[in-house]
């Protein structure tokens, strides 16, 4: 393997691979023509078991090829030369705050991975009642193969905070939460401690990823959602990133980025996907852009959502049907594959780049595809259509 030296994810262009395992395959600089045949070819690296680059290249000369495909890979560092390899994504003396990481198989794990291998610093805001539990895990180890960056160098979390989104402060919370043996030992952990904590230790920050989302009654159809449950669903998923916002813009460094992470539910029809869950969704990404106008003008802040597909995480476990929705997304979307956790991080780290210098306001979707489509092509009605299947 080569070696790889320096910080920053690598756009790269390189040609799609079948490997023994679903690790990554790093190639610099593959270009294909029409005859299959390798033009150029430079670096490749990869973390699973290919016997031999020439064997990586007899795949494409066994049969004619009339495409060439250009894909964004994450890489840290350079080439065997020193030389960097592709256009970089280079966060180093950036600091970034995640809230909503409470295990290492979601979405926010995998932002937090992408923004490390391009050099930032990770905090860590964790759900109070799953804090324990998670410091415990990342301390025994348990997290260390999932900690791997694409360097062979592990992840640092620089600081883990208590936190519960739900609350802005202090006056905020409860009685019976105060009182409930699951928040026994922790303190600062609302909203707004949580940002005089990090102002304390660190003075700011330049990036900020909301990824988190609760509703207790997500398994009901909408007609037979409560108040108390819709406002819940609301308050968890969706206030909950005006609140970090609020609270945290006055630490964020001007030219920052916020980040909040929505579903295709906020606008298209998901039967089971319930309990307010998709108003709290398009309540998310109608302030998003909101959002980008106010932090943008006042503070020079950049705010995006990112509308990921399903992923299979022990959080996407409570909506019931998530397997189900990752199969419908397999057999309908444009890009048959599965959706890994860590395109979307490497979709968030774009976003908090300065080559997203000019994007805010926007909903980027990662999801293969998925929201482009019209009807589920994998439907009887559409058989005799003859449409290509991978």
Not at 12 to 34: D, F, G
Not at 62 to 74: G, M, Q
Not at 152 to 159: A, D, H, P, Y
Not at 308 to 314: D, I
Request: charge should be positive; aromatic fraction near 8%.
């Amino acid at each position: 393997m080569a070696a790889m030296v320096g910080s920053g994810l690598q756009m790269a262009t390189t040609r799609s691979c079948i490997c023994s395992s679903r690790k990554i395959c790093n190639a610099t600089s593959v270009i294909l023509k029409a005859d299959g045949k390798a033009v150029l070819r430079t670096v490749l690296t990869s973390s699973s078991h290919i016997s031999s680059v020439q064997s990586f290249f007899r795949s494409f000369t066994s049969t004619p090829a009339n495409f060439y495909k250009v894909i964004t890979k994450a890489s840290s560092g350079a080439n065997e030369k020193g030389a960097a390899s592709g256009l970089p994504i280079d966060l180093r003396g950036k600091r970034a705050f995640i809230a909503g990481i409470a295990d290492d198989n979601g979405y926010g794990w995998a932002i937090a991975k992408s923004l490390a291998a391009a050099g930032a610093e990770i905090l860590v805001g964790t759900w109070v009642p799953a804090l324990n539990i998670f410091e415990t895990s990342l301390r025994r180890g348990k997290f260390d193969e999932s900690r791997i960056l694409p360097d062979g160098s592990l992840m640092e979390i620089t600081k883990i905070y208590a936190l519960d989104a739900v609350y802005d402060n202090p006056d905020d919370v409860p009685e019976d939460v105060k009182t409930n043996k699951r928040y026994a030992g922790a303190s600062n952990w609302t909203v707004q401690e949580v940002a005089e904590c990090v102002r304390r230790d660190f003075g700011s920050i330049d990036i900020l990823v909301h990824s988190l989302a609760n509703g207790p009654e997500v398994s009901k159809p909408l007609l037979e959602t409560s108040r108390k449950g819709y406002l819940a669903a609301i308050s968890a998923s969706s206030y909950s990133y005006v609140s970090l916002l609020k609270h945290f813009i006055p630490i964020m460094n001007p030219g920052g980025s916020s980040i909040s992470l929505t579903y295709i539910a906020s606008e298209r029809i998901i039967p089971g996907y319930g309990g307010g869950m998709s108003s709290a969704k398009a309540a998310l990404e109608s302030d998003t852009k909101v959002l980008a106008f106010e932090a943008g003008r006042r503070h020079k802040i950049r705010v995006n959502a990112i509308s990921a597909g399903p992923l299979g995480s022990r959080a996407a476990k409570a909506i019931g049907f998530i397997d189900t929705m990752i199969e419908y997304s397999l057999a309908n979307a444009p890009l048959q594959k599965e959706l890994l956790a860590d395109e979307v991080g490497n979709a968030a780290a774009f976003l908090a780049s300065p080559l997203a210098s000019a994007i805010t306001g926007t909903v980027m979707y990662v999801d293969n595809g998925l929201h482009a489509m019209g009807v589920g092509v994998d439907s009887p009605a559409f058989a005799d259509l003859n449409i290509p299947k991978s």
